[in-house]
T-cell receptor, first 114, second 111 residues
Framework: KAGVTQTPRYLIKTRGQQVTLSCSPISGHRSVSWYQQTPGQGLQFLFE???????NKGNFPGRFSGRQFSNSRSEMNVSTLELGDSALYLCASSLAGQYEETQYFGPGTRLLVL | GDSVTQMEGPVTLSEEAFLTINCTYT??????LFWYVQYPGEGLQLLLK?????DKGSNKGFEATYRKETTSFHLEKGSVQVSDSAVYFCALSDSDYKLSFGAGTTVTVRA
């Protein structure tokens, strides 16, 4: 089975621009979560989607948004980029999003904001 | 809220040495506990997990036991190899559909 895929792998943007990142979960997985990883803040939860519904959202400003499509693929969008948004954005999928399930991570999208 | 505290690194060891990384947690419910590993330039890989008290997770020579009485999930390996050099993250998942991670511990194994 193919793993979680994320596109693009690397991205360079300038302040004020917006960006859309894409995540394709493992086939059959219906839950997709997004995390931000930075050297200073570590791994922080952004949001989780299941069957196109956002079930939980982390403590991030409204500039960060996401959605999930009927095929479980997910996108996250960051508008009005700031320098501090430079990070590795990780997507993870699980079968049904239950707390005891393993979340499988993609390789991440590395975003650099100049 | 839920939180995970893990041993600060970096940790530097010689090959065949014993590795322990301490992890303690705070949670309101009965969380599942995980150890993930991250190699340079990659995403996170599940190393092992435990879903209830006294469960022992094991994989690739690594072990961790879910201790409810001490709210701990310490990672151990008896004899490390250079290939074990990576960043290790302790994490918990409760009923709110997210993983809460510790800060990560960088482990370097010297030949």
């Amino acid at each position: 089975k193919a793993g979680v895929t994320q596109t693009p792998r690397y991205l360079i943007k300038t302040r004020g621009q917006q960006v859309t990142l894409s995540c394709s979960p493992i086939s059959g997985h219906r839950s997709v979560s997004w995390y931000q990883q930075t050297p200073g803040q570590g791994l922080q939860f952004l949001f989780e989607y299941f069957s196109e519904t956002q079930r939980n959202k982390g403590n991030f400003p409204g500039r960060f948004s996401g959605r999930q499509f009927s095929n479980s693929r997910s996108e996250m969008n960051v508008s009005t980029l700031e320098l501090g948004d430079s990070a590795l954005y990780l997507c993870a999928s699980s079968l049904a999003g239950q707390y005891e399930e393993t979340q499988y991570f993609g390789p991440g999208t590395r975003l650099l904001v100049l | 809220g839920d939180s995970v505290t893990q041993m600060e690194g970096p940790v530097t060891l010689s090959e065949e040495a014993f590795l322990t990384i301490n992890c303690t947690y705070t949670a309101t419910g009965y969380p599942s506990l995980f150890w993930y590993v991250q190699y340079p330039g990659e995403g996170l890989q599940l190393l092992l997990k435990a879903t209830k008290a006294d469960d022992k997770g094991s994989n690739k020579g690594f072990e961790a036991t879910y201790r409810k009485e001490t709210t701990s999930f310490h990672l151990e390996k008896g004899s490390v190899q250079v290939s074990d050099s990576a960043v290790y993250f302790c994490a918990l998942s409760d009923s709110d559909y997210k993983l809460s991670f510790g800060a990560g511990t960088t482990v370097t194994v010297r030949a």
